[in-house]
């Protein structure tokens, strides 16, 4: 009746759809572009700053084509000491590791705070 | 602004991810000097930055409903993706189909499946012991993947008679002892209004609850809203702000978040074109289907699943992972990260499914040797896959 898409159409793959393509951009040199399947600013801004820290990432940036497709495309370029994939790998790795020491930290602090808290119900 | 990072650096060199003093974050006062300083901008001799700490947190102020948190020594991008992940992305569990069996109230069928769909239904547990539906392979709703809650009313006598959320019934099994029990709140213990009946008017439903995420529907939204800042004396000048004679007099500053910054960021402080912002105000707020802490702990599992995905998805540690020196730096500091939140803790066991147990990530073999571990020497511990197995099986 519609063209309306499906609101879970922006977040789950198609039948047979990739999370991540890559292709190389043959107009630089270590350059690839990956594009990112039913992702949003959620995942690209993440992986872009995190690919920027790394000093052997040359350029990193992201942009979504276009607003209604739920995709974007990661471009990234390495000096050559290691691929951009093993870069965007490295900064998937770093990530993960960095959002475990936050969990670790926000359940420590949550779980002091409460403490806290209950003490002073507790009128100590 | 380049920064080593501070004193501890120099005492957990040896140490990339294990636990801090805790001692430090009794005080806020203790990172005032530091509110300010941003991270990165510390690399080591093979051009990987070092943040030897990671991110920092500190709590100040928890409620039933409510948590308010400052987040330092992280990137801007982190943190908006943790805001945008808890906004979104976070399941939990709603009314999403109403069988009406019968309605003669004045509402039509529409109106009342759409009050259902809104009602905060308790969502506790519910990641990871709840399927969703689409990945289930029942077909239909079972006690794994669905909620099923029957209202019967009829109103016998004159006046109104109040259709509360109290009167929907958890018939069947669930997936756990809290899922999708309406969340009341109220002393009277009513719950929210669904609809007003008069004498001889009746309301039967049938509803099934399931698991999904706020991406798909708000309803499922875990949070009623998240507030979140940084810079705020706008030292970045991020913001040009509208005024009619001066911004300071006319915009209004939370001092809280003003205050815990330090001098260098104080409103009339130069302008530093290097800066980058160093601590982010949160403060989430839920709609009482999950606890804060739970809201931001799922969070944070949503973007590391995200990240899974993609490593998976870029076929990373099948071939040339442990190659690679920082690689397997970077591998150790996971595992040391990781045993803590998701072991010893048990707030989140099986985040990444445990052994036997089904991921409602879709294909992947629990806790899969194939991911990440591929010539790996070592075992990295418990935090993503079964114990004992080699590699990380996102
Ligand atoms: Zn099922």
């Known amino acids: 009746m519609t063209n309306k898409p499906e609101p879970f159409e922006q977040f789950l793959l198609a039948e047979g759809e990739k999370k991540v393509e890559m292709t190389l951009d043959t107009r630089m040199p270590n350059t690839c572009i990956f594009k990112f399947n039913k992702e949003d600013h959620t995942l690209g801004n993440l992986l872009r700053a995190r690919l920027l820290q790394d000093r052997r990432v040359t350029f990193a940036a992201y942009k979504v084509p276009h607003p209604l497709f739920p995709t974007f495309e990661l471009r990234v370029q390495t000096d050559g000491s290691l691929s951009p994939k093993e870069a965007l790998l490295q900064a998937c790795r770093d990530s993960v590791s960095d959002l475990n020491t936050l969990s670790r930290e926000f359940t420590k602090e949550y779980e002091l705070r409460k403490m806290v808290n209950e003490g002073r119900e507790n009128g100590i | 602004m380049t920064i080593s990072l501070h004193s501890d650096e120099e005492h957990f060199a040896d140490y990339p991810v294990i636990i801090h003093n805790i001692s430090p974050r009794f005080s806020p006062h203790a990172y005032l000097t530091m509110a300010y300083i941003g991270f990165g901008g510390a690399y080591n001799e093979d051009g990987m930055d070092i943040e030897a700490t990671g991110p920092k947190v500190t709590v100040r102020e928890a409620t039933q409903d409510h948590v308010d948190f400052v987040l330092q020594s992280t990137s801007l991008s982190l943190a908006n993706s943790l805001r945008r992940a808890m906004l979104a992305e976070v399941p939990t569990v709603c009314i999403d189909q109403v069988q009406i069996l019968s309605n003669t109230s004045v509402l039509p069928d529409e109106f009342i ?103 798909e529907h708000a309803k499922w939204a875990p949070t009623a809203a998240v507030g979140f800042e940084y810079d705020p004396n706008n030292k970045l000048r991020h913001v040009d702000y509208w005024y009619e004679e001066n911004a300071k007099d006319e915009w209004p500053v939370d001092p809280r978040n003003a205050n815990w ?24 707020e839920g709609v009482g289907t999950l606890d804060p802490d739970q809201i931001v702990q799922e969070g944070i599992k949503v973007l590391q699943n995200k990240l899974a995905l993609v490593i998976q998805g870029l076929g990373g540690g099948s071939d040339n992972d442990n190659n690679n ?16 939140p998701f072991g010893a803790g048990g707030v989140q066991d099986q985040a990444y499914g445990g052994a036997g147990d089904h991921t409602s990530y879709g294909g992947y073999p629990a806790g899969g040797a194939t991911a990440y571990g591929g010539g790996g020497a070592t075992s990295y511990g418990t935090p993503y896959g079964a114990p004992g197995q080699n590699g990380y099986g996102y």
């Open chain 2, 325 to 340: 020196t920082n690689t397997n730096a970077t591998n150790g500091a996971v595992g040391a990260g990781g045993a803590t």
């Open chain 2, 113 to 215: 499946a759409h009050r259902l769909g809104l009602i905060p239904l308790d969502s506790r547990g519910c990641e990871p012991d709840m399927l969703f539906q689409r990945e289930c392979d029942c077909g239909g709703d079972c006690e794994r993947c669905a909620v099923i809650l029957e209202l019967a009313c009829k109103c016998e006598r004159e006046g109104t008679m109040m259709v509360f959320a109290r009167d929907l019934i958890i018939v069947d099994a669930r997936p756990n002892e809290y899922v999708g029990q309406p969340v009341i709140r109220d002393p009277k213990g009513n719950g929210p209004l669904i609809a007003k009946l008069r004498r001889g008017q009746e309301l039967r439903v049938r509803c099934t609850a399931i698991k999904g995420i706020a991406k």
């Open chain 2, 261 to 284: 910054e330090s001098e260098d960021t104080a409103a009339d402080a130069a302008f530093d074109p290097d800066a980058t912002p160093g601590a982010f105000f949160f403060d989430v």
